[in-house]
């Protein structure tokens, strides 16, 4: 009788099971901080490779318009994670205490360049003095570029900065009207075009090469999604590691996955966007600290650029306050 019992109670509990709906998928809204390219394919190819759905996550990604943007829309609810440059936080949280945080450290090197060609005559950053350079009117690069260029011991005064639209700025280098641009190394494919019309070839100076450190391009997280969905964040993260370490195996499949959640993009292009993209993710500072680390020493030199930058005091804000590392280790 007590084997039929059970069988009879095993037979139920299988019959339950099977009749049980699976668990739905946690919702995030993951928000890029600018329209979709090359260089943001990361959570895409997580989405297609189902990294995000083995943790059980249903991600949709929206756009945001800037760094600044994705900060307040996480810091008001809109979104629950998102990408942008560490500054954009700092500054916000030594202004507002918007409550976002940020969590991984994906860019540990500064995208900012100077884009010029071979045989301009500019071969380091103090040759840009006496120069025409142009820059997009509304690159966060137009803030920390006097600093840079006074901290190599330019003046900045020396250099006839043009503001203009940044769609003209591939078209300006290559037709000679300008000697020199300012921009991030991720657009460098876009500016391959047009300069092989015009026989010349691109020539890219990093300005973490002439002392500009610090974090760039980061995952925020707003600090309600980190108090009440601390397990979630931790999923999220695992899988967008993972994401990265697969786009940086093979830069093609991340373009396509790409391409897949975003027709018009051209796979091409995005794929050289992400591989220009793999020097700020890869490179001696993530070799020594780990992925995703957010070292103090560094931490604190970010915070110092945007400070005098933005003509903050130093003590306005301890970076300590910005980061949480609990979720990514």
């Known amino acids: 009788m007590t084997g039929t019992l059970s069988r009879i109670t095993t037979l139920a509990l299988a019959l339950m099971l099977i009749g049980a709906p699976a668990q739905a998928a946690e919702k995030i809204t993951f928000m890029i901080d600018w329209l979709p390219a090359g260089d943001k394919a990361v959570p895409y190819l997580a989405v297609k490779k189902g990294l995000f759905a083995a943790e059980g996550l249903d991600v949709t990604i929206q756009s945001g318009r800037g760094s600044s943007d994705v900060v307040t829309k996480l810091g008001t609810g809109a979104a629950d994670i998102g990408t942008g440059g560490l500054a954009a936080l700092l500054q916000a949280k030594a202004e507002t205490g918007v409550p976002v945080k940020a969590v991984y450290s994906i860019y540990t090197k ?123 964040v931790k999923k999220f993260v695992k899988a967008y590691a993972e994401a990265t370490r697969m786009a940086i195996a093979d830069p093609k499949a991340a373009a396509d996955a790409l391409k897949a959640m975003v027709p018009e993009i051209d796979v091409a292009t995005a794929e050289k966007q992400f591989v220009s993209s793999i020097p700020l993710i890869v490179n001696d500072i993530s070799k020594r600290d780990g992925d995703g680390a957010f070292e103090p020493k560094l931490l604190a030199t970010t915070w110092q650029w945007v400070a005098k930058a933005q003509n903050l005091p130093i003590g306005k804000l301890d970076p300590e306050t910005v980061v949480d590392r609990s979720v990514a280790k």
């Open 110 to 232: 500064q995208a900012d360049a100077i884009f010029t060609t071979e045989g301009s005559g500019i071969t380091s950053l103090k040759d840009v003095a006496g120069k025409k350079v142009a820059t997009a009117t509304f690159s966060s690069s137009n803030v920390s570029w006097p600093l840079v260029l006074t901290a190599n011991g330019i003046d900045p005064a020396s250099v006839q900065l043009l503001k203009v639209d940044p769609g003209a700025l591939a078209p300006m280098l290559a037709a000679g009207q300008i000697v020199a641009t300012i921009n991030w190394i991720t657009v460098a494919a876009a500016f391959e075009g047009p300069l092989a019309e015009a026989k010349k070839t691109l020539k890219v100076l990093q300005w973490s090469d002439y002392g500009y450190d610090g974090y760039g391009l980061s995952l925020f997280v707003s600090e309600r999604m980190l108090k009440e969905r601390p397990a979630t």
